[in-house]
């Protein structure tokens, strides 16, 4: 009965994420301001945005299985830019070497994703998540480890950066404190 539950909550939560996908702006350029200020104020409003985005979405799945919300860490996020920045040349979705965070790493077609189109693929994973056993029945080559590090009950702490590569695609990097999916133990 919970695995229903949290499956039906799952769907509106997707399907909400859809929604929003689709109205959310993601330019991710510069505009032509008038001067430089103009310009930083406008990058800055639009990581904030970014930011406010990616809480929104992390903390909505939690609140789904009825874990506390996570709060933004601008030193992870540091972190997780510099590594952004590293994979600018390939791109590749690869783990960063620091294992002291839970990480989760997107890499998208193109330069126009949202943070809620991005944190939604792997939120979707919770389809394939079975509480009641604590065990995944996903794809081959698929996983449930995205989904139950953005809801494991434990992480309260997160930082993450979005780059547009090289190659025009898009790489996001989502890093956790504490990480999640240690030991034996069930994520919420």
């Given at each position: 009965m919970?695995r229903t539950?949290?499956?039906s909550h799952?769907s509106?939560?997707?399907?909400?994420?859809s929604l929003c996908?689709h109205s959310?702006a993601?330019?991710?350029?510069?505009g032509?301001g008038?001067g430089?200020?103009?310009?930083?104020?406008?990058?800055?409003?639009?990581?904030a945005?970014?930011?406010?985005?990616l809480?929104l979405v992390?903390?909505?799945?939690?609140q789904?299985?009825?874990?506390p919300?996570l709060t933004?860490?601008?030193?992870?996020?540091?972190?997780?830019?510099?590594y952004?920045r590293?994979?600018?040349?390939?791109?590749?979705p690869?783990r960063?070497?620091?294992?002291?965070?839970?990480?989760n790493?997107?890499?998208?077609?193109?330069r126009h994703?949202n943070?809620?189109a991005?944190?939604?693929?792997?939120?979707?994973e919770g389809?394939w998540y079975?509480?009641?056993?604590?065990?995944?029945?996903a794809p081959?080559?698929s996983s449930?480890?995205?989904y139950?590090?953005v809801?494991?009950r434990?992480?309260?702490q997160l930082g993450?950066?979005r780059?547009v590569c090289?190659?025009?695609?898009?790489f996001?990097v989502?890093?956790?404190f504490?990480?999640?999916?240690y030991?034996?133990?069930?994520?919420?």
């Amino acid at each position: 009965m919970a695995r229903t539950r949290v499956s039906s909550h799952l769907s509106i939560f997707l399907l909400l994420v859809s929604l929003c996908a689709h109205s959310a702006a993601s330019d991710d350029g510069s505009g032509s301001g008038s001067g430089s200020a103009d310009a930083d104020a406008g990058r800055h409003a639009r990581a904030a945005a970014t930011v406010a985005e990616l809480l929104l979405v992390h903390n909505a799945a939690r609140q789904v299985v009825g874990v506390p919300p996570l709060t933004w860490s601008a030193q992870i996020a540091a972190y997780a830019k510099a590594y952004a920045r590293s994979r600018r040349g390939d791109c590749a979705p690869r783990r960063s070497p620091l294992f002291y965070f839970g990480e989760n790493v997107f890499v998208g077609r193109g330069r126009h994703w949202n943070a809620t189109a991005m944190v939604a693929s792997w939120v979707a994973e919770g389809r394939w998540y079975d509480y009641g056993s604590s065990s995944c029945a996903a794809p081959s080559g698929s996983s449930c480890l995205r989904y139950t590090q953005v809801v494991w009950r434990s992480t309260t702490q997160l930082g993450c950066a979005r780059i547009v590569c090289d190659s025009g695609d898009t790489f996001l990097v989502c890093d956790y404190f504490p990480p999640g999916n240690y030991g034996k133990g069930r994520p919420y």
